[in-house]
């Protein structure tokens, strides 16, 4: 759970918004780069009209954290793997994305050798792109904030340690600090303008980010109409997400029906689909 202050920013949001996050990359990550391509991240590089240090293009201006085919068709020429030129074929398709899937740059340049310039780097890597959060409040409940739900994406490949990179940058900053955000405005998910209406919320994992904000919408202005809430997630003692706020609005009256689905808990697997 993130609470970011909107004070003074001249941002505004309603419910069924989301938040734009402009990440930087881990320096952990970053340094693994340099070292497996033994390359100086001050060395300044040219591309697009724009010169900064390696360091920079790599923390700020480059995604780390998510690999493409592009990058690995690159990797493949110059390392000459027969391996990475296989999947590369029409007929690896599938494989392919599912390998794409699974790795990051680092493992493809710490897999097979081969010999990166700064500068064919910083081209080959896609733009560093914001990471869009469903907002998780209502400015009526909570003033000038934002509240955001975030998965923190932490995994181990081949021993190693990866991160997801907005969801990293988020989750380690615990103590006070900025970030660049944007409101990215969804019109097309907005609650009634007609408050008796009913509305039914299905969301799971993450997903109940938004419904946490209708559910304080709707509170706020009184709204007359019912509110049911089907949650999912793998496990009840540690997955129920807001556990307390949703019991409390189910007693206050805030919810009338909320349906459950914890996947692991039994024996037999159930969904949001099912309940």
Known sequence: HVELSLENSGLEYEPGDALGVWPTNPSALVDEVLRSLRL???EPVEHSNESHPLRAWLEQRRELTRLDRPFLARHAALSGDETLARLLEPASGSELREWLGTRQPIDVIQGSPAHWTASTLVAALRPLAPRLYSIASSRKAVGEEAH?????????????????????YLAT???????????????????????????IMIGAG???????GFVQER????????????FGNPRFSSDF?????????????QLQRLDL???RDGAQRT???QR
């Open 40 to 42: 100086d991240g001050d």
């Open 261 to 263: 689905a914890f996947s």
């Open 219 to 230: 509170s706020e202005t009184g709204a007359r109409g019912r509110n049911w809430l089907v």
């Open 148 to 168: 955001l739900v975030v998965g923190h994406v932490e995994y181990e490949n081949a021993g190693a340690r990866r991160w997801g990179a907005a969801s990293h």
């Open 173 to 199: 900053r615990i103590e006070e600090a900025t970030a660049s955000i944007f409101i990215e405005a969804n019109e097309r998910f907005r609650l009634p303008a007609d408050g008796s209406r009913d509305i």
């Open 271 to 273: 969904y949001v689909q």
């Open 241 to 253: 997400l807001y556990q307390l706020e949703w019991q409390r609005a189910l007693r206050q009256g």
């Open 206 to 212: 993450t997903g109940i980010a938004p419904f946490r």
